[in-house]
């Protein structure tokens, strides 16, 4: 004849009691070793820096800190740059755009300039095209293929045909200020100014909102520098070309 056992009373309150489990951290993965923290007085916090600001594309050498100057070039909506300046700074940009994997289009009517450039760029891979006037058509950027749009359209670049786009930048190149010149950089996102002339130093001051220092130091730029500006924050890039790059663009120019 088969025994049945029950179990006794301090057996069964065990058994019913809620199993703890063992508190994780969501998003910390597993405890490591218990070391010590590491602690900083506030008077060491000012020695703490490091030599890229943000990740994108590197655009030359902080003037002051002479730091890397990096410029996130592509981002999730449309972005839109004015250059005035020269072809050499806008093709650095666009050979440096193209290193890290981002499409180039340039429309312009100057393709003698940007010819020797595009067939350099990729080693044979067309990764940067260039258009007629008024002949660019859609890009299709994406987070997997952004583009920088290139318009070399002269002092009166006309209203672009593409439509605003995320992961597609626009560059527009300026060689100096015309009749326009307002309108075009009150459109833009960030605005690149290189030397001009007292009259347009001040025209830019004005609408960008620069301080005298800033108005007197632009007709005195060297070729390689580029005052960066927005209307909160202002940067002197000096753009230093790589051997490989100035075995295809050459040295540092402001007019071409």
Known sequence: ???????????????EQPRVRPRILPGFGLRGPRREKHVLTVEDLGALSFPVG?????????????????????????????????????????????ATGARIAVETARAHLWGPMAQAAGGGQPCVTIHQVGRLGPQGASVNSPVLVVRDLGVRPPRSRLSAAPWQTTLTLVPYLGPNAARVLNAADLVGVQRVSPQEAELIGRVLSLGPQDVAALPTLTDDMTLWTTRMRRQYVRAIAGQAEQQVLGGPRRID
């Open 1 to 15: 004849m088969a025994y049945q056992t029950y179990p006794t009373p301090a057996a069964q309150a065990e058994a």
């Open 54 to 98: 943000d990740d994108g594309v590197l655009i030359g050498e902080d003037a002051q800190r002479q730091q890397p100057a990096v410029l996130g070039l592509f981002r999730p909506t449309s972005y839109d740059l004015v250059l005035v300046g020269g072809v050499w700074t806008a093709q650095i940009i666009a050979l440096r755009a193209a």
